[in-house]
């Protein structure tokens, strides 16, 4: 069975610092891993996704995660972050033969301060 | 284009009320997806639709029933509402059920039942 761990349930930074918001997984088979973004009162939103390639993804808004293997992990960075990016962030794992069936992590919330 | 559009935005019910949680998709996905979302938890599939007339059970059912008569419109029905089915509901429509495939979610409902 696939699960997901995402290390922090909060987050607290102040703007222009830099942030790292961890999930490790865990599956005996190959995943697709996702980071969703979910702002306040809003639905969950795609921010990157990992299939294949490059380990190194990113996201239109300067945000990026690594898959790193070795480790089962997929943290996602960004080095100066804005108010506007304070929300709950999901980290997700996919089977890359399992179709639509996701495992969610419980979610981070960052909370970016003046 | 509004994607994916979920009524009502929040709801209050008494114990052993019904009520129906409409969801539509204007993007003509074939799958849709029905998620609760609970505080220290990630989204939890509660059923889901591979195509119009289809509806399929995820991981947790009980308690629910869906509809899929029209292929915008997933329906996601609580016969006799409990406590415990207080949460944040969430639908998501995909274009295929693909490991790759994107998941796009709707606003949510929240419901509270007393």
């Known amino acids: 069975a696939q699960s997901v761990t995402q290390l922090d349930s909060q987050v607290p930074v102040f703007e222009e610092a830099p942030v790292e918001l961890r999930c490790n997984y865990s599956?005996?088979?190959?995943?697709?891993l996702f980071w969703y973004v979910q702002y306040p009162n809003q639905g969950l939103q795609l921010l990157l996704k990992y299939l294949s390639g490059s380990t190194l993804v990113e996201s239109i808004n300067g945000f990026e995660a690594e898959f790193n293997k070795s480790q089962t992990s997929f943290h996602l960075r960004k080095p100066s972050v804005h108010i506007s990016d304070t929300a709950e962030y999901f980290c997700?794992?996919?089977?890359?033969?399992?179709?639509?069936?996701?495992?969610f992590g419980a979610g981070t919330r960052l909370f970016v301060k003046a | 284009n509004a994607g994916v559009t979920q009524t009502p935005k929040f709801r209050v019910l008494k114990t052993g009320q019904s009520m129906t949680l409409l969801c539509a998709q204007d993007m003509n996905h074939e799958y849709m997806y029905w998620y609760r979302q609970d505080p220290g938890m990630g989204l939890r599939l509660i059923h889901y639709s591979v195509g119009e007339g289809t509806t399929a059970k995820g991981e947790v059912p009980d308690g629910y029933n869906v509809s899929r008569l029209k292929k915008q419109n997933f329906l996601l029905g609580l016969e006799s509402a409990a406590p415990s089915q207080t949460s944040v509901y969430f639908c998501a429509s995909s274009r295929t059920g693909a490991s790759q495939e994107t998941q796009y979610f709707g606003p949510g409902t929240r419901l509270l039942v007393l």
């Open positions: 997700a794992v996919r089977l890359n033969t399992g179709g639509f069936k996701t495992i």
């Open positions: 599956s005996s088979v190959s995943v697709y």
